[in-house]
């Protein structure tokens, strides 16, 4: 009898035990709600239409804002760049190698690699910088529902060249002529002429419209500004433009014009003024805002685009008395960066 | 092992000691577990709550910070000199967009809505006139700030207005469009657990900062979900003091009516309210390790209860086990066994109790055994004592008696007149029955003395047959009965004379049984066994009786006169059941019995060829020796043999006898011997002259086996006294004639 009460209770152990071992795996099981670490890294598409060397300053400083929300290239993201080195025609294809890549979303450059990544992916997210105004150029239905599977990060919030203007006109004296230089090739810039040239004309300024397509026709510009006469000169927000400051920057000084421009870097390598945006570091980091929704799901086209609220006035003091405009006690402290 | 079944398997001490004690550990581990998962729980939610509590605190401060500090810049417009110059005032405010870069837009509105000013980060500066009036913006009745909806401009930027009033007696109030994206920055970067989330609502529900914009955007209302229609109600009632409103933590839905455990703290001086959010699930998520851990420990627990009650069970057991052993021994009557408990408990008295109870069991057996013992051996004795009596009897009986037979038959051949041998007949027929009785008699002390050596053989069942006819034919015609006996030309294994005496007692019994109408007696094949049966037209069995007819003495009550003892049927019992022959009776009172007894059928062997009758063999001319110490039977002998034609040489006594056989002695064919020959044993005699190759029969009225065994040891016949005169003439004549063929 007790051998058999035994071997009843060795079954009966053995069921219990079973029965609680089974609890366990299954209370093991139980989801952890922790959010798995995905199979793959997140891959990151880096698109720009210029140089490498040139767009080198926007790669490592896009590098560092998304170290700065916590993704670190290689250990829970990756990062594909490619570079159009100034041939647009380039993009399409470079668009269609990073879809070939997976990649999980577009983070492209200016009007052109914007467009060209959005034209190239109908699926793939693309998130867009350096872009005047999205909604002008078609990239989106609207700032606050782009639609479709693109968002972004805008340069400025409202076209800026006609608070520039009023900048200008308060601080050179008797300004009554302004050269508008800009590259029309660029369809921002195209489309915001018209209200500069306006309200150059409520200001009672001669604005007058310089072209170029590229480095190339500066000189022969800036030889007819000084043939008109022009008083000072107003930079329509182009990347071209942008990568060739130096030359413009210094073509003004020859010329003894007062330059403004948008970029606080202009001010910086000798612009006499910018306004704009002081650190296109926020522009970064607002699109790895945005980065980051798109990889936790949420669809770029109901990710409204964002617009960079910190503007400044900088001022170049030395670009000043070289160029022997006076530089007045308020424009001094309104400026929020002043070179000397 | 197996116990009787039902009962054991499920009450088995053992399992209910241990399901009691696994039963009282897992209860305790429940409750203990159950209780510590129910207040860690809500300890956890308390201190999550705590902890988003202060988090909604930190970012209200911060708002409020904020939002102060934009007051107290934006005091150094409404402050300025009510003459001062518009052109002041724009350099003023340009300063101040300068400073805080919240602000972005500045406008002095006159007491009718008139614009004065406006001085902006993005659009082009206005002075007065150059714009439309609009309605002067609400401004709080103690002079402080009021603060406007949040709208937005260019679609995605969140404002909300400041309206302040202008002192120094200038009427009218200094409007700032305050943009809101650091406060939504500031909700953004509040994280809670990894899913959680902040937002703030204005005190109509309307989301003002959320981690997901597009909701903010949308413009959607959350006065509908619990905990925000509870916080507003809280701020009502408390009036917005902060420190009054207890901010959770509460629970309440999420975003896709997601359970989420939510605090909250109101930002003051504004009408708005941060949450902190965290999904249920996650913020239970310790609850489940919690109840992970416990579970292990429950099945620990278990384990060890069942481990610690397999021991507890079997050292329970251990004594129920030697209870049940022990008393499993008593039942198989092993009194003698102790239990060995020594659990120093019940158990141990339990066995104590079952060790005195088997001793005093064991005590009354035995007293029981001895009884037994001194009646058996009592019986023992007057069996004895009976066969001793009858053997005495039979053998101081059968000297006179055989000396009679052989007398009367003497005297009959020699008796002239009619009735003096109707007379020897009568004395013949009467010394026979005598005979008959001593038959039996000897018969039963054999059959009680348990001497029985049946020397199977295969002869032919007719002789027994004729036998049977040829004795009883006389009697039963004497007495009117019709005695049939069917010949059969069966041969049948079997001891003859043993088989003879059964057929002869049944065929007396049947006559004797029978006063009219017939006896038949007849054999039947039955597959390997011969049925030899006697049937008889007699008084019958009554059916009570079949049972013990084969009891010795038996006698029915009312049946004729057999003059026997009753001892036919118990020897045909006895005999039939030494040689293996089963024996059966049928019968009807009043009309007649049967009895069977089935005899295995053999082939006829070469050896048991057809001796030739030896009652008609003559013994003429032969010379025999007759040993006996009584004279009288010495005499009776001596003439009868004579009478057959043989020559007599009588020896009284063994010397005699061993002169007679000594090498002088004469030819002699034929010993016949009696066994006791006074102090002397007839055996050396037999044995003497079996050395010399001369035929003997012993002849004994002992019924002794251990005579009957050493005779058949040396090979020699034995006849038992009385010894009828037919009897003793055919086995001279088949001893010499044996000796014939043996010599032929």
Avoid at chain 2, 70 to 85: C, E, F, H
Wanted: glycine share 8%.
């Amino acid at each position: 009898m007790g051998d058999l009460v035994i071997r009843r209770f060795k079954i009966v152990a053995l069921g219990l035990i079973t029965l609680g071992l089974a609890t366990l795996a299954v209370v093991m099981a139980l989801p952890t709600h922790t959010p798995a670490a995905p199979a793959r890294l997140p891959r990151i598409g880096f698109l720009s239409p210029s140089w490498s060397n040139q767009q080198g300053q926007v790669y490592p400083q896009f590098g560092k804002a998304l170290a700065a929300a916590g993704y670190v290239e290689g250990r829970n993201v990756s990062v594909i760049a490619r570079f159009a080195e100034g041939r647009d025609s380039r993009l399409p294809g470079l668009v269609a190698e990073l879809v070939s890549e997976k990649v999980d979303v577009i983070v492209a450059l200016q009007p052109v690699g914007a467009l060209a990544a959005r034209r190239g992916s109908s699926t793939t997210p693309v998130v867009f910088l350096s872009v005047s105004d999205p909604v002008r150029i078609g990239l989106v239905e609207s700032l606050r529902r782009p639609g479709g599977n693109i968002t972004g990060v805008t340069n400025t919030p409202v076209d800026l060249n006609r608070k520039r203007l009023e900048i200008l006109r308060d601080a050179v004296p008797a300004l009554s002529r302004v050269a508008i230089l800009a590259r029309t090739g660029n369809p921002n810039s195209q489309a915001q002429l018209a209200d500069i040239l306006v309200t150059a004309k409520t200001f009672g300024l001669d604005g007058r419209l310089y072209n170029v397509k590229g480095p190339a026709e500066f000189e022969a510009a800036f030889a007819r500004m000084a043939i008109d006469e022009m008083q000072a000169v107003l930079l329509v927000q182009d990347g071209v433009l942008f990568f060739a400051r130096a030359q413009i920057i210094e073509l003004a000084l020859k010329h003894r014009l007062p330059l403004i421009a948008d970029g606080r870097v202009y001010a910086r390598d000798g612009a006499f003024l910018s306004y704009g945006i002081s650190d296109y570091a926020t522009l970064l980091s607002a699109a790895v805002a945005q980065i980051d929704m798109i990889l936790r799901g949420v669809p770029a086209g109901e990710i409204p685009v964002d617009q960079p609220m910190d503007i400044g006035l900088a001022v170049n003091l030395q670009t000043a008395r070289a160029l022997g405009v006076p530089v007045g006690r308020t424009l001094l402290m309104r400026a929020d960066d002043v070179f000397e | 092992m197996i116990p009787p079944a039902g009962f054991a398997l499920r009450g088995g001490v053992s399992f209910k000691v241990a399901l009691t004690l696994v039963v009282a550990v897992s209860t305790a581990l429940l409750v203990s577990g159950l209780s510590e998962i129910y207040f860690s729980s809500s300890a956890l939610r308390a201190q999550l709550g705590a902890l988003q509590r202060t988090e909604a605190d930190a970012a209200g401060s911060r708002i409020a910070l904020f939002v102060d500090e934009i007051v107290r810049d934006a005091a150094t417009i409404t402050n300025l000199p009510g003459d001062q110059a518009a052109a002041d005032l724009r350099v003023e405010a340009q300063l101040l967009l300068r400073r805080n870069p919240a602000i972005s837009h500045v406008s002095l509105v006159d007491e009718v809505g008139r614009e004065q000013l406006f001085v902006s980060r993005f659009e082009l500066d206005r002075v007065a006139g150059e714009a439309p009036g609009q309605a002067p913006a609400p401004v709080a009745h103690d002079g402080g700030a009021a603060f406007g909806p949040v709208y937005f401009r260019q679609e995605t930027e969140p404002y909300f207005t400041i309206a302040l009033p202008r002192r120094e007696g200038r009427a009218g109030v200094a409007l700032f469009d305050v943009n809101l994206k650091s406060v939504w920055k500031v909700i953004r970067q509040i994280q809670v657990g990894q899913t959680g989330y902040a937002y703030i609502v204005d005190r109509t529900g309307a989301l003002v900062a959320h981690r997901n914009v597009s909701l903010v955007l949308r413009q959607e209302n959350l006065s509908q979900r619990p905990q925000v229609a509870r916080a507003l109600a809280a701020l009502v009632t408390d009036g917005g003091d902060r420190a009054k409103v207890e901010g959770g933590p509460l629970t309440g839905t999420g975003e896709a009516g997601m359970p989420v455990l939510a605090a909250f703290a109101p930002v003051p001086h504004l009408d708005w309210i941060v949450f902190v959010e965290q999904p249920l699930v996650e913020a239970d998520q310790p609850v489940e390790a919690a109840i992970r851990r416990i579970s292990t420990l429950l099945v620990a627990g278990l384990v060890i209860a069942l481990g610690v009650s397999l021991v507890l069970a079997r050292r329970i057991m251990a004594p129920v086990r030697a209870l049940r052993a022990g008393a499993e021994r008593f039942a198989a009557g092993e009194l003698d066994h102790r239990i060995d408990v020594r659990s120093r408990d019940e158990l141990q008295e339990v066995a104590r109790q079952l060790n005195d109870m088997a001793a005093a069991l064991s005590d009354a057996r035995n007293t029981l055994e001895h009884k037994v013992e001194e009646r058996t051996r009592e019986l023992e004795l007057a069996n004895r004592a009976k066969t001793r009596f009858l053997a005495a009897a039979g053998h101081d009986l059968r000297q006179p008696v055989h000396a009679l037979g052989l007398l009367i038959s003497s005297l009959r051949l020699t008796l002239g007149r009619e009735d003096q041998r109707r007379l020897a007949d009568q004395a013949d027929r009467a010394t026979d029955s005598i005979r008959e009785l001593l038959d039996n008699l000897l018969d039963v002390s054999r059959i009680e003395a348990g001497i029985s050596h049946p020397s199977l053989q295969v002869f032919p069942v007719d002789r027994l047959l004729e036998q049977v006819e040829f004795t009883y034919a006389p009697e039963a015609a004497a007495g009117g009965i019709d005695l049939r006996v069917v010949r059969s030309g069966c041969h049948v294994r079997s001891d003859s004379a043993m088989l003879a005496r059964i057929l002869l007692n049944l065929a007396a019994n049947a006559v004797r049984n029978t006063q009219h109408g017939r006896v038949l007696v007849g054999a039947r094949r039955a597959g390997a066994l011969l049925r030899i049966e006697v049937w008889d037209t007699g008084v019958g069995i009554p059916a009570q009786h079949i049972e013990t007819i084969f009891q010795e003495f038996f006698k029915l009550q009312g049946a004729p006169n057999s003059g026997g003892l009753g001892l036919g049927l118990y020897i045909v019992k006895g005999l039939a059941d030494q040689l293996g022959h089963p024996i059966s009776v049928a019968s009807r009172p009043g009309k007649g019995s049967v009895f069977r007894i089935s005899v295995p059928l053999a082939e006829p062997s070469p050896a048991a060829a057809p001796v030739a009758d030896s009652l008609g063999r003559p013994l003429g001319g032969r010379t025999v020796l007759v040993v006996d110490d009584d004279p009288a039977v010495l005499e009776a002998m001596k003439g009868h043999l004579g009478l057959w034609g043989c020559a007599v040489v009588a020896a009284p006594s063994a010397t005699e006898a061993a002169t007679v056989l000594g090498p002088d002695g004469p030819k002699i064919d034929l010993v016949l011997c009696d066994y006791r020959l006074g102090r002397d044993s007839g055996l050396d005699i037999v044995n003497r002259a079996a050395a010399r190759s001369i035929p003997c029969i012993l002849i004994t009225g002992d019924t002794d086996p251990r005579v009957q065994r050493e005779a058949e040891a040396a090979g020699i016949s034995v006849l038992f006294k009385p010894v009828q005169a037919g009897k003793l003439r055919s086995a001279i004549a088949a001893l010499l004639s044996r000796e014939g063929a043996t010599r032929g």
